[in-house]
T-cell receptor, first 113, second 113 residues
C-alpha cells in the first residue's frame, strides 16, 4: 500500500504554462506539506496544511498556490512557470505534532524548458 | 530558530568499514532530530529519530545515532558499510508546532567494493 503518493512523477513543460501536482496520503494524518528540492539537493518547506487550513507559508511566489480539498489531499498549482521552478517537489504528511515523523512521497521532477 | 549543519558534503568508505556522518544543530529549544536517506531518484525514507526518550537511537539497516546536547551533535554511524548504503543522507531538525522541519545540506555516502 502506498502511504503518500504523488502524480505525476515527471513533468516537462514550457515556460509560462500552468501545471498542477497532486498528492494523496492514506495514513490518516491531519497535516500535509510541500517541499522543494533544488538542483543542489537542498530541501526547503514551502507550505503546510492542517485539516485543510494553511498553517505554514514560507516565502514562496504567489504563482504557487496549494489547495487542500480534504485532509487526505494537498495539490500544488503553479502559474506562469519559470525556468527557476525546475526542481523536485516532495509531498509529505504527519500528525502535525512536534516530533512526529513526516512520511514523504516519491517526488515529482518538474523541468521547465 | 533552528539550523542544521552537516559537516561533510561527501563521505567515501570501503565496504565493511565503519560509517560516520556528522551533524550539528542549533536550536533555541530542545529539538526533535531525524536522519532520512534518499537513494538516487527516490523519495526520502526515515532512518531514525530522536525525541528525548533515549540519547542513543537505533534505526533501520543497522544505523544508529547519538544525541549529545553538550556538543549539539547528532552523528549517524554504522559499524559496517554495505554497498546498498550508498545514497544521500539528510540530518533534519523538527519539534516546532505543526511539524516544520529544517534540513541539513545532505551528505553523499559512497561505498567502494
Amino acid at each position: 500500500d502506498t502511504a503518500v503518493s504523488q502524480t505525476p512523477k515527471y513533468l516537462v513543460t514550457q515556460m509560462g504554462n500552468d501545471k498542477s501536482i497532486k498528492c494523496e496520503q492514506n495514513l490518516g494524518h491531519d497535516t500535509m506539506y510541500w517541499y522543494k528540492q533544488d538542483s543542489k539537493k537542498f530541501l526547503k518547506i514551502m507550505f503546510s496544511y492542517n485539516n485543510k487550513e494553511l498553517i505554514i507559508n514560507e516565502t514562496v511566489p504567489n504563482r504557487f498556490s496549494p489547495k487542500s480539498p480534504d485532509k487526505a489531499h494537498l495539490n500544488l498549482h503553479i502559474n506562469s512557470l519559470e525556468l527557476g521552478d525546475s526542481a523536485v517537489y516532495f509531498c509529505a504528511s504527519s500528525y502535525g505534532r512536534p516530533g512526529d515523523t513526516q512520511y514523504f512521497g516519491p517526488g515529482t521532477r518538474l523541468t521547465v524548458l | 530558530a533552528q539550523s542544521v549543519t552537516q559537516l561533510d558534503s561527501h563521505v567515501s568508505v570501503s565496504e565493511g568499514t565503519p560509517v560516520l556522518l556528522r551533524c550539528n544543530y542549533s536550536s533555541s529549544y530542545s529539538p526533535s532530530l531525524f536522519w532520512y536517506v534518499q537513494h538516487p531518484n527516490k523519495g526520502l525514507q526515515l532512518l531514525l529519530k530522536y525525541t528525548s526518550a533515549a540519547t542513543l537511537v537505533k534505526g533501520i539497516n543497522g544505523f544508529e545515532a547519538e544525541f549529545k546536547k553538550s556538543e549539539t551533535s547528532f552523528h549517524l554511524t554504522k559499524p559496517s558499510a554495505h554497498m546498498s548504503d550508498a545514497a544521500e543522507y539528510f540530518c533534519v531538525a523538527g519539534g516546532t508546532s505543526y511539524g516544520k522541519l529544517t534540513f541539513g545540506q545532505g551528505t553523499i555516502l559512497t561505498v567502494h567494493p
